[in-house]
């Protein structure tokens, strides 16, 4: 029986857990296998169990016995893509909150707060994400009394872009006790308001003007980075388990929506564990996580004594724990070798290096794999030489990842080649950092910058992101950025350090079989073939061939997971 796609979706969901054989024929397909070389079919065959049967080429005969079958007229076919680093609940309730996102400027960014606290009225805190001072062209951080003016009735909350900063009301201050008084906590800071000039008594009299009154020296200025963040978040109200069943459900959504079959969560606490356990154990649990908790107390608190197994036919399982070493570089606490360019800091080291290789020690004798974020030269530096010396002792296939990895002094790229190193980084960021990268680190720093073929060439594994809800997790947009080094806009024309792109199969690996490998699913996901989970999409453009601006622009028309239709172009 040959049916269309919407009878075949309608058949399919409909059928529950009884998978049926399935033919998609017609299709212009393509998988890379672990060497990164591309096979290329025009249909798949998958079994009642959701997995890859046979993958057919034009000669091949169809089977003469099916159960569904489906014309592609001649969309392409790949693989399930993977996010090897993303925020999946952040997705969610980023989705469900107020985006700032698009914003470019600070008045419009007001204008929306604004509106959004008008339609919430009864919401007893305003909460949201994504500004970006650095697209406002403020040249600095917003204040508090800039967010007074759109909502002084009730405390705002509005995380930076990057998710290392955070923006405060006066309201959100004053409920938190963050005053002059203050101290930066380890790792984070406090940014204040310029220090007054203030006049004494004796000296007002003597001017024959009334004195001023004192001012407290050092007040918050509104925003607080990284570590800081803390003093008003803690108070936040959280979500509640509901709001979080509604933020996976819209994730997954969005996810699917852009052929990510797949993702690593990057910082899961337990209770984004347990409602992605309630969609598991419901059936709404339709992508792929592969979870690595938020720090060792969430991390053993979900695992117990290691990783969890596969559950919910491999749709979930507990991979190990995400540390972080160090800020984001737009808001300066990236942790650097030498001073910023454009202010007088190295940044913030959250750890040393003795309690970072603590902490790994801690992670890896219970076998969870260590993910730790890393985006300055010297937190790199610090980390490859954690690893180094922690590798002595945990030996074996530990698959130590690096995340983000975004400046690099050169000296150490080779030492990434060394100890099965995962460089887990994110092409979208170097052309939405580019400008910002060069302010913060200056003209002669950059060649350690996003080097995703350096690293290659060093002997690193290379697995690709978004960081999602940082960036969007559009693994398309991601490929484009890798093979050509230039934004959008096409700028800069030829690329920006442009010995750095990469082949369109080496871009094509990371978001597939390198992903897989760097979440320990290689056996499972990545590639079609004979007993992999049959998880695809079906696009209109072919990643190897086509022009960088098409592959942008990218249409997802059918999104598979484990051999059945989970999400379509044009239908809710």
């Known amino acids: 029986m040959r049916l269309s796609f919407a009878a075949l979706i309608a058949g399919l969901l409909c059928s529950g857990s009884a998978y049926a054989d399935t033919l998609v024929d017609h299709v212009r397909g393509l998988t890379l296998n672990a060497a990164g070389n591309v096979e290329r079919f ?22 003469s016995r099916l159960d569904f079958a489906a014309d592609g007229r001649g969309a392409v076919l790949l693989p399930g ?103 930066d906590p380890s790792g984070g800071r406090i940014e204040r308001l310029p220090a007054p000039r203030v006049v004494s008594k004796v000296a007002g009299k003597a001017a024959g003007k009334a004195p001023a009154p004192p001012v407290a020296l050092g007040a918050p200025a509104g925003v607080l980075v990284d570590g800081a963040m803390a003093l008003v978040s803690k108070i936040v109200p959280p979500p509640r388990p509901e709001d979080r069943d509604a933020a996976l459900a819209k994730a997954q959504e969005l996810f699917l929506s852009r052929g990510v079959t797949a993702a690593a ?96 020690s801690r992670a890896a004798m219970d076998h969870f794999q260590v993910a730790v974020h890393a985006i300055g030269d010297a937190a790199n530096a610090t980390l490859l030489s954690a690893i180094e010396d922690v590798a002595q002792t945990y030996q074996g296939d530990r698959r130590w990842r690096i995340e983000h990895a975004q400046i690099v002094d050169p000296a150490d790229i ?98 597939t079989t390198g992903a897989a490998y760097a979440g320990q699913a290689e056996a499972k996901l990545g590639q079609l073939k004979p007993g992999w989970r049959a998880d695809f999409v079906l696009v209109d453009v072919d990643p190897t061939t086509d022009s960088p601006d098409r592959i942008r622009r990218t249409k997802v028309l059918q999104t598979w997971v484990a051999g059945k239709p989970v999400w379509e172009l044009g239908k809710k």
């Open 81 to 183: 893509l993977i996010d090897a680093h993303a925020h999946v609940m952040g997705v969610g309730l980023a989705a469900l909150t107020l985006d700032l996102s698009d914003t470019t400027s600070l008045a419009q960014a007001q204008g929306k707060i604004r509106a959004y606290a008008a339609q919430f009225p009864g919401r007893p805190w305003i909460i949201g994400r994504g500004w970006n001072q650095e697209l406002w062209q403020l040249g600095r951080f917003p204040t508090a009394a800039e967010l007074d003016v759109a909502v002084d009735d009730r405390p705002v909350w509005l995380e930076r872009v990057d998710g290392h900063a955070g923006w405060a009301n006066s309201k959100a201050l004053a409920a938190a006790g963050v005053t002059a008084a203050t101290k």
């Open 265 to 360: 969560d990057m910082g899961t606490s337990i209770e984004d564990w347990q409602a992605m356990r309630r969609a598991g154990d419901y059936g709404r649990l339709t992508m792929r996580v592969m979870a690595y908790g938020d720090g060792i107390a969430n991390t053993v608190l979900i695992g117990g004594p290691g990783p969890t197994p596969w559950l919910y036919e491999d749709r979930l399982r507990l991979n190990g724990v995400k540390l972080y070493l160090d800020g984001a570089l737009g808001s300066r606490g990236a942790w650097l070798k030498a001073p910023y360019a454009d202010a007088a800091t190295t940044g913030l080291p959250f750890l040393t290096e003795t309690q970072l290789k603590n902490l790994i």
């Open 414 to 511: 080779a030492r990434f080649g060394q100890n099965g190193i995962i460089a887990s980084m994110q092409p979208i960021h170097q052309t939405s950092d580019r400008t910002m990268a060069e302010a913060r680190l200056g003209p002669n720093r950059l060649n350690g910058a996003y080097a995703w073929a350096s690293m290659l060439r060093a002997g690193a594994r290379l697995a690709f992101g978004s960081d999602a809800p940082v960036e969007v997790s559009d693994p398309f947009a991601g490929i484009a950025a890798a093979i050509t080094r230039e934004g959008a806009d096409g700028q800069p024309a030829g690329g920006w350090q442009p010995q750095e792109k990469l082949t369109r199969t080496q871009a094509l690996a990371a978001y």
């Open 42 to 63: 025009n249909g798949i065959v998958i079994d009642r169990d959701g997995r890859v049967l046979q993958l057919l080429h034009e000669d091949d005969p169809r089977p």
